[in-house]
């Protein structure tokens, strides 16, 4: 069993930055790829970033790239995803997950989940 603790969320204007970590605890951390997936109210989970499990590989969705970066350190036990300028539409809760496949996109193919930290952005 896997588990996923994310914190960092907050409020913050438009335009400015925010680090969300995860922290994870259980099986070997080191095996899996590390996602990160957003849900705002009224709307589909959808992926946000992902990394593999050495850190050599990343994967962004389109809406982010260039503004968010996602990193980890296997020593810590440590998912990052580091958001600059942020906009209204970045705001959802945010979570983090675990998979065994190779830089998936899917939530469905992700095994554990944490529960999420809400980030809202002010225009």
């Known amino acids: 069993q896997v588990q996923l603790v994310e914190s960092g969320g907050g409020l913050v204007q438009a335009g400015g930055s925010l680090r969300l970590s995860c922290a994870v605890s259980?099986?070997?951390?080191?095996?899996?790829?590390m996602g990160w997936f957003r849900q705002a109210p009224g709307k589909e989970r959808e992926f946000v970033a992902a990394?593999?499990?050495?850190?050599?590989?990343?994967y962004y969705a389109d809406s982010v790239k260039g503004r968010f970066t996602i990193s980890r350190d296997n020593a810590k036990n440590t998912v990052a995803l580091q958001m600059n300028s942020l906009k209204p539409e970045d705001t959802a809760v945010y979570h983090c997950?675990?998979?065994?496949?190779?830089?998936?996109?899917?939530?469905?193919?992700?095994?554990?989940w944490g529960q999420g930290t809400q980030v809202s952005v002010s225009s």
């Open positions: 990394i593999s499990w050495r850190g050599t590989m990343t």
């Open positions: 997950a675990a998979t065994r496949k190779i830089g998936s996109s899917r939530p469905g193919d992700y095994d554990y």
């Open positions: 259980g099986r070997t951390f080191s095996v899996y790829t």
